[in-house]
């Protein structure tokens, strides 16, 4: 299921055919979840995924930022210690605003880049939460009559929104692409959204494909799936 304002990779069907294919072999283990999924999702922005208190770092950010900076005073003791040339450099003062300013601001910055950008998936993963917009989604044939009867009983709503507690409901898995195949282009919202909001439903790592690399690695997959 496609919207009207995308574009898509060069070769976008030939990863979603290999991505399917992975998704087959983990539904294949007992202690995976991805048997029992209802889409696979093609498009995601960034903006709406975040840390959560499930991530232990960030949960305990004051246990993070000591620990940060206990390791920096050793670290510094250490070299003022043993490195002679550094005493000058390194007086209490310099160790002190470096250990309660300077690092706590450096780890703090770390979860301001986002946990996404510094930890990307490289493979389809679950993503149940914030799992933005129905730009491009792939549903599996087996789901769909259930799903749409689902959705003829409802009558009406946002699809996305109705998709995401139909999912919840089965406890059914939402898969995500680890990198996305479409980006969405459109500044107007058909839910009456700010345009700042609009602008912001945005893919950002799909901006860092190469159109060379794409083509090469089209021929790749191709290669090892076969013809379709």
């Not at 946990?115 to 490289?122: E, G, L, M, Q």
Request: aromatic share 14%; glycine share 4%; net charge neutral.
């Amino acid at each position: 299921m496609f919207e009207d304002d995308i574009i898509v990779i060069d070769g976008w069907l030939a990863k979603t055919r290999e991505a399917i294919k992975l998704i087959a072999a983990r539904s294949q283990v007992s202690t995976d979840k991805f048997w029992n999924w209802v889409y696979l999702r093609l498009f995601y922005t960034e903006t709406a995924m975040s840390w959560e208190n499930e991530d232990f770092w960030y949960y305990h950010m004051w246990l993070t930022l000591a620990l940060a900076s206990s390791a920096g005073l050793v670290s510094l003791l250490a070299l003022r210690r043993y490195a002679a040339p550094t005493k000058k450099h390194l007086d209490d003062f310099t160790v002190a605003a470096i250990c309660i300013v300077t690092i706590p601001a450096f780890v703090a910055l770390v979860f301001m880049c986002g946990k996404y950008s510094i930890f990307p998936p490289s493979t389809v993963f679950s993503l149940n939460k914030h799992g933005c917009c129905t730009q491009g989604l792939l549903f599996p044939r087996p789901q769909v009559p259930d799903l749409i009867k689902y959705l003829e009983e409802r009558g009406n709503g946002q699809t996305d929104s109705m998709i995401e507690d139909y999912a919840n409901r089965d406890a059914k898995q939402r898969i995500a692409m680890g990198k996305q195949l479409v980006q969405h282009v459109g500044l107007t919202s058909s839910r009456d959204n700010t345009f700042v909001n609009s602008q912001s439903t945005w893919a950002f790592w799909f901006e860092t494909y190469d159109v060379q690399t794409l083509r090469r690695e089209k021929e790749e997959v191709r290669r090892r799936l076969g013809p379709v």
